[in-house]
């Protein structure tokens, strides 16, 4: 028989408990439908010559891996989670490179690096049981720039991780087009970053002016 007072002290525990087991349930179930977006890393790794060897010896200089997190976040959730970096890799033309994709996730079933083909990439382990998929580059050229999709499957899920790839490069020979259903002309210089093209107006003795392009 529970008198009066311990009735209300009982009624008190029991609300209690219950409170927190609720809160601690909802907070579980919080934490199962929002996946960690730590859970997926993006480094990029570019090569440094600090130049230790001089030409009187035949040392080699020395090389130095510059590691930089792109920090990638989820974009989209769905079906499958799409990943894109805050950070664009920007290279120099003929640089090495190596872009990095570290994983905390589930058991990979299979993985794939897609750019114009797709790739089967081999997934290893660091230190920490991550997953760590890398795609290097040897003297990278203007014309591997581009988006990188690492496309990955696993046990408890699909990922996609978009890494765009910008190759730094002199600007080209400048040349002209017409605008669609307009009479301007446009002119062109292509390169990474974005050219300024400037208009020079000269007197020819054949005609008044003749419209001359710089590009810089």
Same mark, same amino acid.
């Given at each position: 028989?529970?008198?009066? !007072?311990?009735? /209300?002290?009982?009624?008190?525990?029991?609300?209690?408990?219950?409170?927190?087991?609720?809160?601690?349930?909802?907070?579980?179930?919080?934490?199962?439908?929002?996946?960690?977006?730590?859970?997926?890393?993006?480094?990029?790794?570019?090569?440094?010559?600090?130049?230790?060897?001089?030409? !009187?010896?035949?040392?080699?200089?020395?090389?130095?891996?510059?590691?930089?997190?792109?920090?990638?976040?989820?974009?989209?959730?769905?079906?499958?989670?799409?990943?894109?970096?805050?950070?664009?890799?920007?290279?120099?033309?003929?640089?090495?490179?190596?872009?990095?994709?570290?994983?905390?996730? /589930?058991?990979?079933?299979?993985?794939?690096?897609?750019?114009?083909?797709?790739?089967?990439?081999?997934?290893?382990?660091?230190?920490?049981?991550? *997953?760590?998929?890398?795609?290097?580059?040897?003297?990278?050229?203007?014309?591997?720039?581009?988006?990188?999709?690492?496309?990955?499957?696993?046990?408890?899920?699909?990922?996609?991780?978009?890494? +765009?790839?910008?190759?730094?490069?002199?600007?080209?020979? +400048? *040349?002209?087009?017409?605008?669609?259903?307009?009479?301007?002309?446009?002119?062109?210089?292509? /390169?990474?970053?974005?050219? /300024?093209?400037?208009?020079?107006?000269?007197?020819?003795?054949?005609?008044?002016?003749?419209?001359?392009? *710089?590009?810089?």
């Amino acid at each position: 028989m529970i008198i009066p !007072e311990q009735r /209300s002290r009982h009624n008190y525990i029991c609300f209690y408990f219950c409170f927190k087991v609720l809160i601690m349930t909802a907070v579980t179930f919080t934490s199962a439908m929002n996946p960690n977006t730590s859970e997926i890393t993006c480094v990029f790794i570019s090569q440094k010559d600090e130049g230790s060897g001089t030409p !009187e010896t035949s040392v080699s200089p020395k090389i130095s891996n510059i590691l930089e997190d792109l920090g990638c976040y989820l974009n989209s959730q769905g079906a499958e989670n799409i990943y894109e970096p805050t950070k664009n890799v920007e290279v120099n033309v003929f640089e090495d490179i190596e872009l990095k994709v570290i994983m905390n996730i /589930s058991e990979i079933i299979s993985c794939f690096w897609f750019f114009k083909e797709s790739k089967a990439c081999k997934p290893s382990l660091d230190s920490e049981n991550r *997953y760590v998929m890398s795609l290097a580059f040897s003297q990278i050229k203007e014309t591997q720039a581009g988006k990188y999709t690492l496309s990955v499957i696993s046990k408890t899920g699909n990922y996609t991780v978009v890494v +765009p790839v910008l190759v730094r490069k002199k600007p080209g020979k +400048p *040349y002209f087009r017409k605008r669609e259903k307009s009479d301007a002309i446009e002119c062109i210089s292509e /390169s990474y970053p974005q050219p /300024s093209v400037e208009w020079i107006f000269c007197k020819t003795p054949e005609k008044r002016y003749v419209a001359c392009l *710089y590009a810089s």
